[in-house]
């Protein structure tokens, strides 16, 4: 798991067991999704390289294609097949760039707030052979599928490290349950440690 922090700067949390694992969960999908807001912080490969297996399917959601064409998912994306969702009212100007260099551009209808809506969009991916997406980031990408209840299976990363927000969201960003009963959880969570961190993980109950 990565941070970023005030600085700027975007550090590694957990260790290199749990990078691993990570990758290996790459590996075991059709496609891994971040928000823009991760591809700008971390400007992220999102490839396999610590574990056995092949790189999936790269995929931003990305509001207004704010995507930067010197990043390493856009200088990569003849080789890795790269998607960036977008809503119906992004500039066209960035779309070409983007489809010049080999991104495949995908538009989406918007939410309320005027953000990709997240159900839309994952049925656009499931209707183009997707079926297996793992949401690696970030924060506002989760909240959003989570208040949708469209996540299937929960894997957390847990670091024996202490951080304070200082204004920035955790793991997810959203208004969230009222009280515990309301919210939703791992129905039978398996544990693992990942040299010094932890693994938790396990299919998603959603209370009725």
Not at 153 to 159: D, G, K, M, P, T
């Amino acid at each position: 798991m990565r941070r970023s922090f005030g600085t700027g700067a975007s550090k590694w949390v957990t260790g290199p067991e749990a990078r691993a694992r990570v990758h290996l969960l790459r590996a075991q999908h059709d496609a891994v999704v971040i928000g823009i807001g991760t591809a700008l912080a971390d400007d992220p490969r999102l490839t396999v390289r610590d574990a056995p297996g092949q790189s999936p399917l790269r995929i931003v959601f990305d509001t207004k294609l704010r995507l930067p064409l010197s990043g390493k998912l856009v200088q990569t994306a003849r080789e890795i097949p790269t998607w960036v969702i977008c809503t119906t009212d992004a500039p066209s100007s960035a779309e070409g760039q983007l489809v010049e260099r080999g991104v495949e551009v995908l538009r989406a209808p918007a939410s309320a707030e005027g953000r990709i809506d997240p159900i839309a969009a994952l049925r656009m991916m499931a209707s183009r052979g997707i079926v297996a997406a793992m949401i690696e980031g970030g924060a506002e990408l989760a909240g959003s599928v989570l208040a949708g209840a469209a996540v299937d299976e929960l894997h957390a990363f847990i670091a024996p490290i202490l951080l304070g927000p200082r204004g920035r969201p955790g793991a997810v960003d959203w208004a969230g349950p009222a009280t515990p009963a309301e919210a939703p959880g791992i129905a039978d969570p398996q544990w693992e440690v990942c040299g010094v961190d932890a693994h938790v993980w396990g299919s998603l109950r959603y209370p009725s």
